[in-house]
């Protein structure tokens, strides 16, 4: 078998990208999502020359990371969205757990935390983006259950990229922004019945259309090395690796993300030789990677009925049938080196949780989050967790009605919708009629133009 040609000793890369099923390097064009190699399905990672964990203190947000960030240019970081670690009094009390860390992703000024579409899925949006090579004319597609909307529309508005969104209608909702959207931004809806991997399969078939881009979800780099920045301020305030990490998935991207951040601080030394055990949980009665890991197995189970099991809880943007549990350095692999757990959780867990955190932290979390709280809930009763050891806790979203409360939102409304009948190549064809004679490409060179609500 050909080997990709790129020699990571031989160039001054900063970074590099190697394929976790069959070895291959290459050199990262901001673009590239697979290996060129054929063998089962593979994730791609970064490799970075810097070996060290060096915070940079002049760069803002997440960029303060930006030597482990694969970003294609120069970034300073200016307005980026930050992750806040701190250890709780009251929740820690509660809970009994008195190293307890909180990771916050979300609207919470007091705390300085900064995302500004209250999830850590501006985290993403911000590093995709950076990743980008300069002087695209292809428009991005994303595919999302309702925050990655949110928050590509607000990055890609902000930086004027090309883009089209595809989500489930019922995903509008979290789509309530501080200020208009750029036209460069389109907004596709699917109606009743459709799902977020509905909403995949659309943004898939649409992105090998010539003028399009595909983002690639869990397959970009970009949006793993972001999420994994969550870990690096953790350890940056804590001082080294907490020994449990607790996070809800959905896409698996996260999970994935803490483990590849970990591993690189291993390797760095200073900070732990022990890689944090993952606790990631779902949403009962929607929990596919949960029950395909108590089988051990590979294979994602197939669940009957999935559509409606997602109806039915209150995490939807847990929703994706199709997470990155099975390939070669997915979800799977991270549970495996970490000796993981996957657990899951009933609405009425989710409900009390959120409750709690609201009650002792005096802010509001994302559905999600309070699946993430619920599942240590649970760990700690059923003896799955010692109460002395450190445990960090991400809370991948909150702050969204304080936003909302402080007049920080306004309602989106979608440039299309579209019905769940048309098919692949119907729904297409729709979504290339909103652009007229031609496609909307990238443009950063600050030319003015109208904004819509």
């Known amino acids: 078998m050909r080997r990709a040609s790129h020699d990571p000793q031989a160039t001054p890369d900063a970074h590099w990208l190697r394929c976790e099923g069959c070895g291959a390097t290459y050199a990262d064009d901001g673009l590239r999502l697979t290996c060129d190699q054929e063998h089962e399905p593979a994730l791609l990672t970064s490799r970075y020359r810097e070996a060290a964990f060096v915070p940079d203190g002049d760069a803002g947000g997440l960029f303060r ?21 701190y250890r709780s009094e009251d929740l820690n009390q509660a809970l009994g757990l008195p190293n307890l860390w909180i990771a916050f992703n979300g609207v919470w000024p007091e705390r300085g935390a900064a995302c500004e579409t209250a999830t850590f899925k501006d985290l993403e949006a911000s590093a995709v983006l950076a990743r980008l090579p300069a002087g695209g004319d292809r428009t991005l597609v994303v595919a999302s259950a309702g925050n990655t909307a949110a928050a590509f529309a607000r990055a890609c508005s902000r930086e004027r990229v090309g883009c089209v969104i595809v989500l489930p209608e019922d995903g509008l909702t979290a789509l309530e922004l ?52 969550v870990l690096l301020n953790a350890v940056e305030t804590i001082g080294e690796l907490p020994r449990h990490y607790f996070q809800a998935v959905g896409s698996g991207a996260g999970g994935i993300a803490a483990y590849e951040a970990a591993t690189r601080l291993v390797a760095d030394g200073r900070f732990g030789c022990r890689l944090p055990r993952l606790f990631l949980s779902q949403n009962l009665p929607f929990a596919p990677i949960a029950a395909s890991w108590r089988r051990r197995q590979r294979a994602l189970a197939e669940l009957p009925d999935a559509k409606a099991r997602v109806r039915r809880i209150k995490a939807t943007a847990l929703s994706n049938r ?25 609405n009425q867990e989710l409900d009390s949780a959120a409750r709690l955190f609201r009650d002792t932290e005096g802010i509001d979390v994302e559905p999600e989050s309070a699946v993430a709280l619920a599942s240590l809930i649970k760990a700690r009763a059923e003896g799955r967790v010692d109460g002395r050891t450190s445990i960090l806790l991400n809370v991948t979203g909150g702050g969204r009605s304080r936003r909302i409360n402080g007049g920080g939102g306004q309602p989106v409304r979608a440039d299309l919708e579209l019905g769940a009948g048309l098919g692949l190549d119907g729904s297409r064809e729709r979504v290339l009629s909103l652009f007229g004679d031609g496609l909307p490409g990238r443009d950063r060179r600050g030319t003015e133009s109208a904004v819509r609500r």
Request: charged share 20%.
């Open 322 to 346: 199709q997470p990155a549990y099975s390939p070669a350095g997915g979800l799977y692999d991270a549970l495996r080196a970490t000796g993981g757990e996957m657990l899951g959780v009933h």
């Open 178 to 229: 501080a200020s208009p959207l750029d036209p460069c931004v389109r907004l596709v809806a699917l109606g009743r019945g459709c799902d977020y991997t509905d909403a995949i399969r659309l943004a898939d078939h649409l992105a090998d259309t010539p003028g399009f881009l595909a983002e690639g979800g869990t397959k970009n780099v970009g949006r793993r090395d972001a999420l994994g920045t």
């Open 65 to 85: 990371y930006r030597s482990w960030l694969p970003c294609s240019g120069p970034v300073n970081g200016e307005g980026a969205p930050a992750t806040v670690t």
